[in-house]
């Protein structure tokens, strides 16, 4: 299993980006959840928020008081949050991190008056709606609604959004696929993509829809001329952003020859192959306490193959549904 890198709860990665991380390490978070202060001057938008840890607070609390400049006295600290998608561990920290930012303003004693934070998210999409997530609305007063009264302000794909300081603005990516709501953030002074969990900086990363995500990642690649790094969700930053996203589309890809592979063949039973049969094939030298993960992730793919018309689902269930193959690939 490769290493962890250790990151620095606070690094400075550009005249115009600081890293804060979250406080939450974990198996699936690796170093945790990376939050991003973006602007060369106040105020600043944030991406992301944590998972809610305390001990992110004082962390964010020491970023924008002893890193980022506050140049301007009647601005906030913060005047956006951006939100990449709708996980706990990218927007648990929101009420905590509302109400740092209302303390460190009352502690400035500016006779302006306070500017609560905008919250922005691209919507759910597939009949999801908020409410089936984690996110609750902050308490009111403590963030600026949309003309509408809603807590969340609606980003698209392709919006610009701007970076304070900078002539150059943030571009807004949707890259579904990690899940319906995905984004990453162009930075274009950086050179740099913040890919969220859409790439990560170590590891491979997880999805709800394999041809979707496959989709997003080439979408990245069309326009490699205009980055090098990416700023991940989770993991150091990426040297090579363009190489590490094709090596992505590259296992997928291979992953999938060889379920074609397999599948082109009799299996031993002279039967339909079953995504089991196929899992314990292609995985027959791993352990097999890794093979119920490594189910799902074959089960990705051939639901890909069948929105493909590529493969035919036979019928079962689970990991015993048997498939096609309609056309050697």
Request: glycine share 8%; charged share 20%; hydrophobic share 35%.
């Amino acid at each position: 299993m490769e290493t962890l890198k250790v990151l620095a709860s606070i690094t400075r990665l550009s005249d115009r980006v600081v890293r804060v991380l979250g406080q939450n390490p974990g198996k699936f978070t690796l170093q945790g959840t990376n939050t991003y202060l973006i602007g060369e001057r106040n105020p600043y938008t944030l991406i992301d928020t944590g998972e809610g840890k305390d001990a992110y607070i004082p962390q964010l609390e020491s970023a924008l008081s002893d890193t980022c400049k506050l140049t301007n006295p009647n601005e906030p600290h913060i005047s956006d949050i951006i939100i990449s998608h709708w996980h706990q561990d990218h927007t648990g920290g929101i009420n905590s991190v509302l109400s740092l930012l209302r303390r460190m303003w009352d502690e400035r004693n500016t006779p302006a008056q306070f500017k609560p934070p905008r919250i922005h998210k691209f919507p759910l999409v597939n009949g999801l709606s908020h409410s089936n997530t984690t996110i609750a609305p902050p308490p009111p007063g403590t963030y600026t609604p949309t003309a509408s009264g809603a807590f969340l302000h609606d980003l698209a794909h392709g919006q610009l959004l701007p970076i304070t300081g900078s002539p150059s603005p943030m571009r807004v990516i949707h890259t579904p696929g990690h899940t319906t709501d995905s984004i990453c953030l162009h930075v274009p002074d950086d050179r740099a993509l913040y890919t969220a969990d859409t790439v990560l900086g170590q590891g491979t990363a997880v999805f709800e829809d394999l041809g979707t995500y496959i989709s997003s990642l080439r979408g990245l690649l069309a326009f490699q001329s205009d980055y090098s790094v990416l700023y991940p969700g989770h993991g150091p930053v990426v040297a090579d952003g363009p190489k590490l996203i094709s090596t992505y589309i590259t296992h997928r890809m291979e992953r999938e020859a060889q379920i074609v592979s397999v599948i082109e063949k009799p299996s031993p039973e002279g039967q339909p192959w079953s995504t089991w049969g196929i899992v314990s094939t292609i995985y027959s030298a791993y352990p097999q306490n890794l093979w119920e993960p490594a189910a799902r992730s074959v089960n990705q793919h051939l639901g890909k193959l069948q929105a493909e018309g590529k493969v035919k689902k036979l019928g079962g269930e689970g990991n015993d549904v048997k498939w096609e193959l309609l056309a050697k690939l």
